[in-house]
């Protein structure tokens, strides 16, 4: 399936990522895809496991 968009989407999430100091990252090969990857850090004693 092939979308088209303005990307601004993008631009909007690398804004966030910027004020988080977080990163963006991609990797991408023709016929096969596209794959995002965002880190963002946790402030100490924060996690997503109890």
Not at 7 to 16: H, P, Q, R
Not at 18 to 29: F, P, Y
Request: net charge positive.
């Amino acid at each position: 399936m092939r979308t088209t968009g303005s990307g601004l989407g993008m631009a909007v999430v690398k804004k966030c990522l910027d004020l988080h100091q977080g990163e963006l990252l991609l990797n991408s090969k023709v016929g096969v895809g596209t794959v995002f990857t965002i880190k963002i850090s946790l402030p100490n004693g924060v996690g997503l496991l109890p």
